[in-house]
């Protein structure tokens, strides 16, 4: 757990868009450029809404082994990295939604939406919807 702003966020997936919504809700001073969070706390749509954005998020990989890297160039050669680097950011499905990716940065940043009632809405019953891929792409 950390304190942003005077939040407490606790570190779990479930929990961690918290984080998100505190750094938005910052009176003033300076806003981080990255956060560092535990493994608990990560997922791919995660990764993609705080690089919408404009934030790094940099979670401490607990095990290595269980990682998943992504390649947009599957012809590319990654040596030692190879057997971890074997999925493939699907741009089209990005660009497919880009609009409506916009459009929750917007949503996300003014305070109109909270991250995590978006996160429940991207992978409502344990289905990721459209968006929700684009956002994990």
């Keep these: 757990m950390m304190g942003i702003g005077g939040l407490v966020v606790?570190?779990?997936?479930r929990d961690?868009?918290?984080?998100?919504?505190a750094i938005f809700n910052l009176d003033g001073g300076p806003k981080p450029e990255t956060v560092?969070?535990?493994t608990?706390?990560?997922s791919d749509i995660v990764f993609g809404l705080f690089a919408i954005c404009g934030y790094q998020f940099s979670p401490r990989i607990a095990d290595l082994a269980d990682t998943r890297l992504w390649r947009t160039n599957t012809r590319a050669v990654y040596g030692?990295?190879?057997?971890?680097?074997?999925?493939?950011?699907?741009?089209?499905?990005?660009?497919?939604h880009w609009a409506d990716m916009v459009r929750v940065a917007g949503l996300l940043t003014t305070g109109s939406m909270r991250a995590y009632d978006l996160i429940r809405m991207l992978s409502a019953n344990g289905r990721t919807t459209g968006l929700g891929e684009a956002f994990a792409h």
């Excluded at 606790?10 to 997936?13: E, F, V």
């Excluded at 030692?80 to 497919?96: F, K």
């Design 80 to 96: 030692p990295l190879e057997h971890m680097s074997r999925h493939t950011v699907r741009l089209d499905r990005i660009r497919a």
């Design 10 to 13: 606790p570190g779990t997936l």
């Design 36 to 38: 560092i969070t535990d």
């Design 40 to 42: 608990g706390s990560c």
């Design 16 to 21: 961690s868009p918290f984080i998100l919504d």
